[in-house]
């Protein structure tokens, strides 16, 4: 099983990158935006008001994502209960009827993210989610029927 540690930091980075490339995206709309003829110089030109949209909706967007990576770097702080799957756990999920294995970190807002360590996809998840409703409380070897699927439980971190 990936350390938990290691799948903190990868998503932390790619919180991170997400953060400068839309930092980058709202720099350019908003140049867009000035240089954007506005009603005043051709009434049935709204680019200028498109682009002032498009730049708040991409500061929405950082504001969530810098929201969440607040929330990333926090999640050493949760008190996990060893191996017991709580918020800010690393779980990994086995489907017994394919093999196929699935590891998740349970984060407390905005999941679906997934990053990459040595191969393997790590997803993050909601706390609020139906599938955290279902494992929370459970340890290694527990099993679970999730959506008319067979999961055991393989690692808790």
Do not use: W
């Amino acid at each position: 099983m990936l350390n938990k540690k290691e799948a903190l930091k990868a998503f932390i980075k790619a919180e991170e990158e997400k953060i400068k490339q839309l930092k980058i995206s709202l720099e350019q709309t908003q140049q867009d935006a000035r240089e954007s003829p506005g009603s005043n110089v051709s009434h049935s030109d709204t680019m200028k008001f498109q682009f002032s949209n498009l730049a708040l909706g991409i500061q929405k967007r950082i504001s969530e994502a810098q929201e969440t990576l607040i929330l990333l770097k926090k999640i050493d702080l949760y008190e996990t209960k060893g191996e017991i799957v709580t918020g800010g756990s690393l779980v990994a999920l086995k489907n017994t009827d394919t093999e196929e294995i699935i590891t998740y970190l349970i984060v407390p807002d905005r999941g679906g993210e997934s990053v990459e360590i040595n191969g393997q996809k790590v997803i993050s998840i909601s706390i609020a989610t139906p599938l955290v409703h279902e494992i929370r409380g459970k340890k290694k070897g527990d099993e679970i029927c999730f959506r008319e699927k067979n999961f055991e439980v393989i690692g808790v971190q």
